[in-house]
C-alpha cells in the first residue's frame, strides 16, 4: 500500500466517524429534548424556561411562539424576573399572543420589581441573542 492509499483510507475512516459522531448527537439530542419536555412538565422552573428559549429561537425542534409564550407565562407567574420581561415584550409586540400593550406594561413594572427594567432588559431574559437576533 502506497502513501496515497493509506491516506485515502485515513479519509474514508474519518468520515465514517463523522457521520457516526452526528447521528450519536441526532439521538443524544431527540433523548435531551424529551427529557426536558418531561422536567418542564413536572414543574422543574430551570426545564420550564429552557424549553421555552428553546421553542421562541427554534433550537432542535420547531418554532413555536405560542408553547414559548405559555411557558415564560408559567415561569413569570412563578416569580421568574427574566421570564416576567420575556413575557412582557412578547405581549408587547404580540409573539405568540395578541399584542397587549396595557398587559406588557404591567409585566415590565413586575420584571422591574425584581430588577429587570423595559425593553432593555430583554438581553437578561432567557432569550440568549446568540444569532445577532432576528
Sequence with gaps: MDE???????????????ERDDGDEIQLNVYGLKELHQAAEA?????????????YRGWFQEKNLAEAFRLYLVAAERGD????????????????????????????????????????????AKVW??????
Design 43 to 55: 414543574g422543574d422552573d430551570s426545564a420550564v424556561t429552557l424549553l421555552a428559549c428553546m421553542l
Design 81 to 124: 424576573g427574566p421570564s416576567m420581561c420575556q413575557v412582557a415584550y412578547m405581549l408587547e409586540h404580540g409573539e405568540g399572543c395578541e399584542p397587549d400593550p396595557a398587559q406588557a406594561a404591567q409585566w415590565y413594572a413586575k420584571a422591574a420589581q425584581k430588577g429587570f427594567h423595559g425593553p432593555e432588559a430583554r438581553a437578561d
Design 129 to 134: 441573542d446568540v444569532d445577532g437576533g432576528e
Design 4 to 18: 496515497d492509499d493509506e491516506k485515502t483510507g485515513a479519509d474514508e475512516d474519518e468520515r465514517e466517524d463523522d
